[in-house]
């Protein structure tokens, strides 16, 4: 199946708006956390060619999904919110909904710069690793081009 096409400074945009809504409610490390890696995004946008700005969105953003449960998970309070810190707690916690797709976005730009699979687990099939240079354990002997020239009716030239 393949994703839709969504830019990356779309995905900054709502998470940054998200963020800041939540805000409204979460203070102390859910701003540090999600706007530090929403900055590591920023730089990503800046440099497209880049893997690792890319790859340390991806991390970071996979990261603050964890970050983001325990903070809401702790600082969520069941009573006692007003009508407005009700709606930054709903905004974080859309935020928190919505960042494994982003992730999935995310992942899907890093290969297409050129990033490989994170994970290398056997039962997932072979490998897809390519490499234009001969390990040093390989069976298969170089090939020279230069032997067996001598066959053929060519002479070393002497300098």
Request: aromatic letters at 12%; glycine letters at 10%; proline letters at 6%.
């Amino acid at each position: 199946m393949e994703l839709p096409t969504v830019n990356l400074k779309t995905i900054l945009l709502v998470h940054w708006l998200l963020t800041t809504w939540g805000c409204i409610t979460f203070s102390g490390p859910y701003p540090w956390a999600n706007f530090t890696i929403l900055a590591v995004g920023v730089w990503a946008v800046a440099q497209r060619d880049s893997i690792d700005a890319i790859s340390l969105f991806l991390g970071g953003l996979a990261a603050t999904i964890f970050l983001d449960i325990v903070h809401i998970s702790v600082f969520y309070q069941r009573a006692g919110f007003t009508d407005t810190e009700r709606f930054g707690a709903g905004m974080a916690i859309l935020s928190l909904l919505l960042k494994p797709l982003s992730c999935c976005f995310v992942y899907h730009m890093y290969r297409e710069r050129g990033g490989e699979l994170l994970l290398h687990i056997g039962f997932l099939g072979p490998s897809q690793e390519r490499s234009d240079y001969q390990t040093i354990d390989s069976p298969e002997a170089p090939t020279d081009p230069f032997v067996g020239s001598e066959g053929r009716g060519h002479s070393p030239q002497g300098y």
